[in-house]
């Protein structure tokens, strides 16, 4: 099946700093990417839907401002989480939807675990 | 209420037969998913089912979809030490763009 790439799958950072995310499809074309969080022992919880070379599309709660995402190819797209807070600790997952088969299923990254201190 | 729903825990013995359920709301879902979560790893789509069917086989798995209850199940035949994870139920309707909506999970345990 088709493989998405995130990275990196662990960070650690201090309070206050910002941590990129990466999720890449690396074998097929994905217009739409989509970012999940999901608190322990809890379901993913869809924070954004990354178009192409338009603005994310942000659920309701979540902060744009606060986690800034890019979707700059057909290829990668990017999640910053700005000014880190240990709130923001969590397992974040990534997934894209290949090319002309939105129907279908998605495909799903290995997840970063991002540790705020 | 939540709008795809599944109990939290299920534990079954080695070699039997898992059985995991799940309900969402609404009826314009296209396709339902199960998928498969193991400890501290991304997920893994097991299998999907499009809305028109009513069942879906593939090797050990079987995908039992009553559209009218809005109820969908996932049997793991002869459940293995390997098949310990959570398992999500997910769903995507026409109306949202493809967005994916998960339920909260099944965590499988398997006893001996």
Not at chain 2, 30 to 51: C, D, H, N, R, V
Not at chain 2, 54 to 69: A, S, W
Not at chain 2, 99 to 108: A, D, H
Request: with cysteine; charged share 20%.
């Amino acid at each position: 099946g088709a493989v998405v790439s995130q990275h990196p799958s662990r960070v650690i950072c201090k309070s206050g700093t910002s941590v990129k995310i990466e999720c890449r499809s690396l074998d097929f074309q994905a217009t739409t990417m989509f970012w999940y969080r999901q608190f322990p022992k809890k379901s993913l919880m869809l924070m954004a839907t990354s178009n192409e070379g338009s603005k994310a599309t942000y659920e309701q709660g979540v902060e744009k401002d606060k986690f800034l995402i890019n979707h700059a190819s057909l290829t990668l797209s990017t999640l910053t989480v700005t000014s880190a807070h240990p709130e923001d600790s969590s397992f974040y997952i990534c997934s894209a939807r290949e090319l002309g088969q939105e129907g279908t299923e998605a495909f799903f990254g290995q997840g970063t675990r991002l540790t705020v201190v | 209420g939540e709008d795809v729903e599944q109990s939290l825990f299920l534990s079954v013995r080695e070699g039997d037969s898992s059985v995991i359920n799940c309900t969402y709301t609404d009826s314009s879902s296209t396709y339902l998913y199960w998928y498969k979560q193991e400890p501290g790893a991304g997920l893994q789509l097991l299998t999907y089912i499009f809305s028109n069917m009513d069942m879906k086989q593939d090797q050990r798995l079987t995908v039992l979809l009553n559209k009218k209850d809005k109820h969908l199940s996932l049997r793991i035949a002869d459940t293995q030490t390997g098949d310990s994870a959570i398992y999500f139920c997910a769903e995507t309707r026409y109306s949202s763009a493809s967005k994916i909506i998960f339920g909260s999970g099944t965590r499988l345990s398997i006893r001996p």
